[in-house]
């Protein structure tokens, strides 16, 4: 009983620290020279992993299809070149982690009404209040900083990364279970690793600083995100539910804002926290009530 408590707090805990230990990276590296690294190294990780993996399966991986390989491929071009890479960007610009997390945390209300116009898909009534909720939580953080105290081009930034996200999450949703998800992992690391490759040589001068924050920073993001809290996620979702474990997400916000403000002086006003709140609230409405309707 315990071990079921802990482990979705560790998770909680580990998926909110991707976001402050990028504000402490970017703080010795360029943003995608920071990324060209860490997911070289998580593609290392990740091809360690398979053999182990293809052990503890019960039945073999689908095999994927070369349409699939590319599909793949452009989704992690997309979450984790264009997402994290514009998330990064605005970080390094000083936008402050709570803010990022919260507004790319919107990604399933963004979805959601994309789907209206895209797939002629109506909402329930309480979907609509959970976005008009997660709508107003955001104004209510971003309001009192938006006479100077908030980068503009770091807020844009981050807005284009929660428009990739999406996008990219729609886009592994029609994939679906057509590709093992380990090996699926590996081929997004690998696709990520190359395009950023390209962004540093044609459009960022690359930068590292190894100093022992940023070692720090980048191990942390390797080991304890992308490899310790996705190896949590396989067990929770084997576990669990997947709309239980979806359900963690919307602690992330917060967790980060309150983090961030201990850690980083970020501040965290009383009107602060009920926006994170509110957002995170209306999040979840959307996402838990996203079944469709019975005929």
């Not at 070289?40 to 689908?62: E, K, N």
């Amino acid at each position: 009983m315990l071990f079921r408590v802990i482990l979705p707090l560790i998770f909680i805990g580990l998926w909110s620290s991707a976001f402050l230990a990028a504000k402490v990276g970017v703080q010795y590296s360029t943003p995608f020279a920071m990324l060209l690294v860490r997911f070289t190294l998580v593609s290392l990780v990740f091809a360690a992993m398979l053999p182990f993996a293809r052990i503890w399966r019960d039945t073999p991986p689908p095999r994927a299809t070369r349409a699939v390989i590319g599909w793949t491929a452009l989704v992690g071009i997309t979450l984790h070149s264009t997402y994290l890479g514009s998330v990064f960007f605005a970080l390094s610009l000083g936008l402050p982690a709570g803010i990022a997390a919260l507004i790319v945390s919107l990604q399933p209300l963004l979805a959601s009404g994309l789907a209206i116009f895209l797939f002629g898909e109506r909402l329930r009534a309480i979907q609509i209040g959970g976005m008009l909720a997660g709508l107003a939580g955001v104004v209510l953080v971003l309001l009192p900083k938006m006479g100077g105290g908030m980068p503009a081009l770091g807020l844009a930034s981050v807005c284009f990364g929660l428009c990739a996200v999406t996008f990219g999450t729609l886009l592994q949703k029609r994939i679906g279970g057509k590709i093992d998800l380990l090996q699926g992992n590996l081929v997004q690391t690998l696709a990520a690793s190359a395009f950023l490759a390209v962004i540093c040589l044609t459009v960022e001068t690359p930068r590292i600083a190894w100093e022992m924050p940023f070692i720090l920073s980048l191990a942390w993001q390797v080991v304890m995100v992308s490899a310790g809290a996705y190896v949590i996620l396989m067990v929770l979702i084997q576990r669990d539910t997947m709309a239980s474990v979806s359900s963690l997400m919307f602690l992330v916000p917060p967790t980060t804002a309150v983090i961030a403000a201990v850690g980083f002086n970020e501040p965290l006003t009383f009107l602060g926290i009920i926006g994170f709140c509110l957002t995170s609230a209306g999040v979840y409405l959307v996402t838990a009530n996203s079944r469709p309707r019975d005929a």
